[in-house]
Nanobody
Framework: QVQLVESGGGSVESGGSLTLSCAASGHTFRSTCVAWFRQAPGKERQGIAAFYTGGGTTNYADSVKDRFTISRDNAKNTLYLQMTSLKPEDTAMYYC??????????????????????????WGQGTQVTVSS
C-alpha cells in the first residue's frame, strides 16, 4: 500500500524559509510525475512544482518560481520542497503527489506533469504552512 507522508510545515515570518518533506512507502517515484500542490482557504488547489522522475524539465508556477525548489532523494525515497523568501500569500495547506510508477513517460515533456490529462494516483495528507507579515 502506498503512503505519502508530508512534514516540515509550520509558521514563519515573511522572508523566512521552510523545507517540506514527503516520505514515500510502497512507492519508489520511478518513472512517474511527482509534484507539490497547495490550497489556501477559499481557493482552488494549485500545482506549484512538478517533474518527471525519468528525466525532464522541472516546472514551477510563476508565483513560486525562483523561490521554491522541488527535489528528490532516491536513497531516502523522499520528495522535498525548499521554500525561501516566503510571503503571506504562500499560506496554504501543502500536498505532495505522485503518479503510478512507470506510467509517466508520456508526460515527460515540459509542463506534462501539470497537464489536465495527468492523474496523480497518490496524495499525502497535507502539511500547513503559515506565513505572517
Amino acid at each position: 500500500q502506498v503512503q505519502l507522508v508530508e512534514s516540515g510545515g509550520g509558521s514563519v515570518e515573511s522572508g523566512g524559509s521552510l523545507t517540506l518533506s514527503c516520505a514515500a512507502s510502497g512507492h519508489t517515484f520511478r518513472s512517474t510525475c511527482v509534484a507539490w500542490f497547495r490550497q489556501a482557504p477559499g481557493k482552488e488547489r494549485q500545482g506549484i512544482a512538478a517533474f518527471y522522475t525519468g528525466g525532464g524539465t522541472t516546472n514551477y508556477a510563476d508565483s513560486v518560481k525562483d523561490r521554491f525548489t522541488i527535489s528528490r532523494d532516491n536513497a531516502k525515497n523522499t520528495l522535498y520542497l525548499q521554500m525561501t523568501s516566503l510571503k503571506p500569500e504562500d499560506t496554504a495547506m501543502y500536498y505532495c503527489a505522485a503518479g503510478a510508477e512507470g506510467e509517466g513517460e508520456p508526460y515527460r515533456a515540459s509542463w506534462g506533469c501539470f497537464s489536465r490529462s495527468y492523474q496523480y494516483a497518490y496524495w499525502g495528507q497535507g502539511t500547513q504552512v503559515t506565513v505572517s507579515s
